[in-house]
């Protein structure tokens, strides 16, 4: 069993990086094998529309034929297990670079044909982690959670599922004191990182044991 976790944030050891390293020792704790794949290590593009993936007859058919450094990543993420998305949310989205792998990971998979078919190879479990200033309700109020579903619509209907773990509120400056951030409460901050990051953590760990024994 090989669960692999996509860290879609430039930081690699804050609050994503942090809850998906969760997930791994989740799964790891139920005897799986596990990677950690940082995106902002990795020198790639997003699709660029060269319908490789969608020719008939093609060689690329169903597969990226595009040739950077997301190709080999891409090649171990088709045999796997379980996959694991992680990002932080910039400007109510994911990152750009969890963008571009969605689109690299995903696209050739979703067939053109009428019954919107999954050519995905395999059976693969997959989750999608967030983690965001905003908190819960705020995350509600602003739609965050409309990007948030349909970005799990598209892993549902390439690998038949997807599991959303969310972590609202988080941790964002080493030092508040040298920021511009008034506009934060730091002591709900504060507050947030001791009591409610741990418990997503906890839940990290065990959305990383489900992926192992479902
Ligand atoms: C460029 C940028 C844009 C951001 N935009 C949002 C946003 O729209 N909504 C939000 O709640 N948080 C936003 N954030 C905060 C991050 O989502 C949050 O701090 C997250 O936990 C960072 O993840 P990391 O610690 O793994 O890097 C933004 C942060 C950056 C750097």
Request: with cysteine; charged share 25%.
């Amino acid at each position: 069993m090989k669960v692999m976790a996509f860290n879609g944030s430039p930081r690699k050891d804050w609050n994503t990086a942090t809850l998906l390293g969760k997930v791994l020792e989740g799964a790891a704790a139920r005897g799986a094998e596990v990677e950690m794949i940082h995106l902002y290590d990795l020198a790639f593009t997003g699709c660029t529309s060269c319908f490789a993936c969608k020719t008939k007859g093609g060689k690329s058919y169903a597969r990226c034929a595009a040739r950077d450094g997301l190709t080999p990543v891409l090649a171990r993420a088709a045999q796997a297990d379980a996959l694991v998305l992680g990002s932080p949310v910039y400007l109510a989205c994911v990152t750009g670079e969890m963008k571009s792998f969605m689109e690299r990971l995903l696209f050739p998979y979703l067939a053109y044909d009428k019954a919107r078919s999954s050519l995905f190879p395999g059976k693969v479990r997959a989750a999608f982690v967030y983690t965001m200033n905003v908190t819960e309700a705020e995350m509600k109020e602003r739609g965050y959670t409309v990007h948030i579903d349909s970005n799990a619509r598209f892993l549902e209907r390439v690998f038949g599922n997807c599991e959303i773990l969310t972590a609202c509120d988080t941790w964002q400056f080493a030092d508040y004191g040298r920021v511009v951030s008034d506009y934060f409460d730091t002591g709900r901050k504060i507050r947030s990182r001791q009591e409610t990051f741990p418990a997503d953590c906890a839940a990290a760990a065990r959305l990383g044991e489900r992926l192992v024994s479902a």
